[in-house]
């Protein structure tokens, strides 16, 4: 099966600038995740997606990222605007079932400027 | 907080050597575990999970893991590491509170497997 496509894979932007990233998971796969993975630390997640509908986002900073996933299917995650501590790794995934962490796309690498 | 704890941030082993990766959370209820791990240039791959049942999961590779509920650990084995093991391993907890559900992931261990 196709796994989870991400892109970009790398973005310069810098600092107050924004930013978009797009995901398409797993086909059937009714989970979806954004994760950050700061260099040296493993991965923090931003929000999780059932179908359409946030479930969790209790670690996404509110004040400048925004993320939808409109017809339950592709996504996005926005940066506005950007800082430069949002230099990191934006990793999505998604899974068929709930609890499960899921299957990683190859992530996009942000560098804030 | 609710933690995960990952010991050993460099470990560097030769080949045939066995490992043994620590991992323990700060969670008290019922959790999910996993590892994932990342080799150099790729993106991070399930290695094994434990959701219930047998506590020690048999994952790809050749690896396995034992669930210790009374010492909240995880612990990822492999009797005789390869080169190709060389990569970065992370521990992840996911916290079952109420039907919702808590992603910790570990801050990784980095493997070094000489030829």
């Known amino acids: 099966e196709a796994g989870v496509a991400q892109s970009p894979r790398y973005k310069i932007i810098e600092k107050r600038q924004s930013v978009a990233f797009w995901c398409n998971p797993i086909s059937g796969h009714a989970t979806l995740y954004w994760y950050q993975q700061i260099l040296g630390q493993g991965p923090k997640l931003l929000i999780q997606f059932q179908n359409n509908g946030v479930v969790d986002d209790s670690q996404l900073p509110k004040d400048r990222f925004s993320a939808e996933r409109l017809k339950g299917v592709d996504s996005t995650l926005k940066i506005q605007p950007a800082k430069l501590e949002d230099s990191a790794v934006y990793l999505c995934?998604?899974?068929?079932?709930?609890?499960?962490?899921?299957?990683f796309g190859s992530g996009t690498r942000l560098t804030v400027v | 907080a609710q933690s995960v704890s990952q010991h050993n941030h460099h470990v560097i082993l030769s080949e045939a050597a066995s490992l043994e990766l620590g991992c323990n959370y700060s969670y008290g209820g019922t959790v999910n575990l996993f590892w994932y791990v990342q080799y150099p240039g790729q993106h991070l791959q399930l290695l094994l999970k434990y959701f219930s049942g047998d506590p020690l999961v048999k994952g790809i590779k050749g690896f396995e893991a034992e669930f210790i509920k009374s010492k909240f650990s995880f612990n990822l084995r492999k009797p005789s590491v390869q080169w190709s093991d060389t990569a970065e391993y992370f521990c992840?907890?996911?916290?079952?509170?109420?039907?919702?559900?808590?992603?910790?992931f570990g801050t990784g261990t980095r493997l070094k497997v000489l030829a």
């Open positions: 992840a907890v996911n916290e079952v509170t109420s039907g919702t559900y808590k992603y910790i």
């Open positions: 995934a998604s899974s068929l079932e709930r609890g499960s962490i899921g299957t």
